[in-house]
């Protein structure tokens, strides 16, 4: 998860991103808290695969509890 997290952070195309929806949306999306948000979605998602990769679970598990 931590190397999801820096994977993010480290680049430079988040960085572009993260300054054209600053500029688009005049400062109400910040493009700190979006980089944290994207940094730390990959960081989750990251793990929950690992979970399942070491437990065997189906995604399903993990994808149905978000759909409703």
Same mark, same amino acid.
């Given at each position: 998860?931590?190397?999801?997290?820096?994977?993010?952070?480290?680049e430079? =195309? !988040?960085?572009?991103?993260?300054?054209? *929806?600053?500029? &688009? /949306?005049?400062?109400?999306?910040?493009?700190?808290?979006?980089g944290?948000?994207?940094?730390?979605?990959? =960081? !989750?998602?990251?793990g929950?695969?690992? *979970?399942?990769? &070491? /437990?065997?679970?189906?995604v399903?598990?993990?994808?149905?509890?978000?759909?409703?």
């Open positions: 998860m931590v190397i999801g997290y820096f994977i993010v952070k480290a430079p =195309a !988040v960085y572009v991103l993260m300054e054209q *929806v600053e500029e &688009l /949306t005049s400062g109400a999306i910040s493009g700190r808290a979006m944290y948000s994207l940094s730390i979605g990959v =960081a !989750v998602s990251l929950l695969a690992m *979970v399942r990769v &070491l /437990t065997g679970i189906s399903l598990w993990f994808l149905i509890p978000g759909s409703g």
